[in-house]
Every structure is written in C-alpha cells, then in structure tokens.
C-alpha cells in the first residue's frame, strides 16, 4: 500500500515516486484521514521530491509544482515545510544546503495571504539555523515576514552571536518581525539590542536598529 512511503525516515526511490507524485499532492487537500495524523511527512516527502532529480536531471517535483502545492495547502502544511527547510538547510551535507537560495528565491510564494505569523517565525529560524550565512539569507526571508505574536522566536545564545556579527540584518530582521507592542517582543530582546548598541557606528546608522531602540526605550 502506497501509504508505507508516509512512515518517517522511509524516502520512495526515484523511479517510484513519479506513479505517486499526484496522489501524495493532492493529499493535503483531500478529506482523507491521513491528512492530518502526516502533515510532516507529507511536507518531506514533497520536498524531498523537489530536491530530487532524475537520470535527465528534472526535479521529481518541479518548483512550480511546489509552489502550487505550498498555495494551495494550508498553513500546517506550508509551516511543517518550512519547519523541515530550516533543520535541513543548516548542514553542508544537505542537498538543501545548495538549494536553499531557489526555495527562497523562487519555490516559496510571494502572496500576502500565505505569510502568517507562524510561517514568518520559520523563516526566522531559518535564518538563525544558517547562521554562517546569515547575511546573505536574512534578506531573502525578510521580505516574507510579517508581525509575529506570542512570542514565536526566543533570542538565545546562538541568535545573541548572530546580533554581534551581523547588527544591521538583525535588526532589519527583527523590525520586520516584532510587534508593534513592546511587550510582546520575544525573550532575550534587551539584550539582543545592547548587543546591537555595542557595535557602535554601524548601529547607529541603521534605521531599523534606531526605530527599535526608539520603541524599547519608550515602553
């Protein structure tokens, strides 16, 4: 039975997984019971399906595919996908580690209806996952993030780190996140900004850092 290839850790092989491909698509939209018990391997399988390429060197899923699928889903799935996308893209040895700049670029959709509050905290860790690169992601996921509530992104040690390398993407990345209530910034915030502070002149002449120490010091 086909519904085998949903247990975790069990990949189809390339050959199979084309005489499936339209049934495992179809099957985050259907009424099917399976729908909700496997959402994250569902996500995997599709995605693994786009990252996986045949003798002539087509994806199995194309990216147009994905990104139909990723519109047409809804936002469990679309954020299981992007919860997948940022443990997978964060080591070399990952086929998404390369691919990561076309699922930002070209995979994941543009419209407004699918960027949620849920989905932008994934695109912030994935972000914080690619830390060695986090110049170069943090702009590509900015322009999918919008206010994020209830605290969905913590500020720990490793994002501390990355506000010391990089202050001004960090606060672009953080403007573009927080709420306007700065009581409802994320855990870690102050000290993420005196970070920030420290750096001194490139700090100061960010205007996304300055609006936010505006903010904080006016709580």
Known sequence: MWFILLIPGKPPSAD????LKDRILKLSQSDHS???????????LVLWGWLT??????????????KRWLLESDEAYRTSCLWLVSRWSSSKDSALYGELY???GKVWPKELRVQT??????????????SERFAEIEPLVERFLVEIEDHGINLLDDEKSIAEQHP??????????????V?????????????????????????SFLELKRMWDSR
């Open 53 to 66: 390429k045949n003798e002539e060197g087509q994806r199995l899923v194309a990216s147009e595919e994905f």
């Open 102 to 104: 076309e699922f930002l």
């Open 16 to 19: 199979i997984f084309p005489l």
């Open 117 to 130: 509050s849920k989905t932008a905290a994934q695109m912030c860790e994935i972000a914080f996952n690619n």
């Open 168 to 181: 001004v993407q960090m606060s672009n990345l953080l403007f573009r996140a927080v709420s306007d209530n």
């Open 183 to 207: 009581h409802r910034w994320p855990w870690g915030m102050e000290e993420v900004l005196e970070i920030i502070e420290a750096t001194g002149p490139e700090a100061f002449s960010c205007e």
């Open 34 to 44: 399976l729908r909700r018990s496997y959402e994250e391997s569902i996500a995997s």
